[in-house]
């Protein structure tokens, strides 16, 4: 008998909600990956002395330089939610019979990065 | 004058069409009805060669599975008046090739859930004979894959996966997190027997978890999760291997 083999569009993650969601996820790595790029340069120019991390620190005040930085900003924290919200799939834990709940473990991980965030925003603002 | 509603359904008649098309039917709505009740309604009433799957009517079989206006769903547990009064698309599972109709070739996964050895497997030599009674386990430890082994293989998740529609050499979500129940199972001792297949590059890393496998699953299996769980014991093996290479290799 013929079976009948039907073709995946290209176009076939803009066919239901989550899979848009899923792509942008995938897509926010490339954003991910480009600011750690972004940050090994930053730490290369202090290394280059006074003047080239200056005029480094000169373009990142563009205008254009702090849209693309608040552009990422918004895609790195849709990548951190979302993996988040994914960390109790992976992270099972029991406590007995009971499995530890997923608010839980995933709350966690949210007070985590809350704490850190907190730690790195006084080391930067001299507190 | 009674309410009705459209369905669209994909046909397919491999002896007169090469190609599947559309057919548009007017059934009654009623409130209590599933699809499945309006798809056989055509089937009695209106044209007795629409050919699809069906069996226990009541979300246990697995047989009934279709696309729902793009969506894998039970079509025994999918109700009209969730669209009603808008028209449903109704298609055959996306990812496996068609027969007839709404009615899909899964000898594939067949092949896969052979594959992975879903049974309790235990060594050689350490198998009890049969009058010192079963391999006993602790509720806590059934508590541990119990949610793994509800799976009654209707394929939806297969359907919701991407990874497999693109490359059907994907082993897949529910025969993976099958292999990964008894993997789980405190009476099993099979799973470096199904590890090969698990880890390898159509089992596991293919995997992008998208995470539709668990969302349209009637049972509630999660199989993402337990495919992301075996990719973490997995990685744990391969640490094992070289932070010890003096040590047993899997």
Request: proline letters at 4%; charged letters at 20%.
């Given at each position: ?95 007995g019979?009971?499995?530890?709940p ?20 006084l080391?930067?603002?001299g507190v | 004058?009674a ?6 359904i ?9 190609e ?45 599975g ?52 879903p ?11 049969l009058?010192e ?12 894959f119990k ?26 979500p ?30 596991i ?18 199989p ?11 990685t ?15």
């Open positions: 008998m013929s079976t009948y083999h039907r073709i995946v569009p290209n176009t076939w993650w803009l066919k239901r909600r989550p899979y848009i969601f899923f792509m942008i996820r995938e897509l926010t790595s490339v954003f991910v990956a480009g600011y750690c790029i972004f940050l090994l340069v930053l730490v290369y120019k202090l290394t280059q002395g006074a003047d080239a991390y200056g005029n480094f620190m000169a373009v990142l005040k563009l205008p254009s330089s702090v849209a693309l930085h608040l552009i990422t900003l918004a895609f790195v924290l849709y990548h951190t939610i979302t993996w988040f919200n994914l960390t109790p799939k992976i992270l099972v834990l029991y406590r019979e009971d499995r530890v997923q608010g839980l473990v995933a709350g966690t991980f949210y007070a985590g990065w809350v704490v850190i965030s907190v730690i790195v925003a080391l930067v603002l | 004058m309410e009705t509603m459209k369905l669209e994909f046909r397919y008649r491999p002896e007169k069409e090469s599947p098309t559309f057919q548009t039917f007017k059934v009654p709505f009623r409130e209590d009805w599933v699809v499945l009740d309006a798809i056989n309604h055509i089937k009695d009433e209106i044209d007795g060669t629409l050919s699809y799957r069906w069996s226990c009517q009541m979300g246990v079989c697995g047989s009934c279709i696309m729902i206006n793009n969506v894998p769903k039970l079509s025994c547990a999918a109700f009209l008046k969730d669209y009603y009064p808008d028209k449903i698309r109704i298609e055959p599972l996306t990812g496996f090739p068609v027969e007839r109709d709404l009615i899909f070739e899964m000898d594939d996964f067949m092949t896969k859930l052979t594959e992975i050895q049974y309790i497997i235990r060594k050689e030599g350490e198998e009890k004979p009058d009674g079963e391999y006993l386990q602790s509720p806590a430890e059934l508590a541990r949610q793994y082994s509800m799976c009654i293989n209707c394929l939806l998740c297969y359907a919701a996966c991407p990874v497999y529609a693109l490359d059907s050499s994907f082993i897949g529910a025969a993976i997190a099958l292999g990964q129940r008894y993997n789980m199972d405190t009476r099993d001792q099979g799973r470096d027997a199904r590890q090969e297949l698990i880890a390898s590059h159509e089992g890393w293919e995997c992008t978890f998208v995470g539709e496998c668990s969302a349209v699953c009637p049972k509630h299996v999660d993402a999760a337990a495919i992301q769980r075996a990719k973490v014991s997995s744990i093996d391969w640490f094992k291997d070289v932070l010890n290479p003096w040590g047993k290799k899997k």
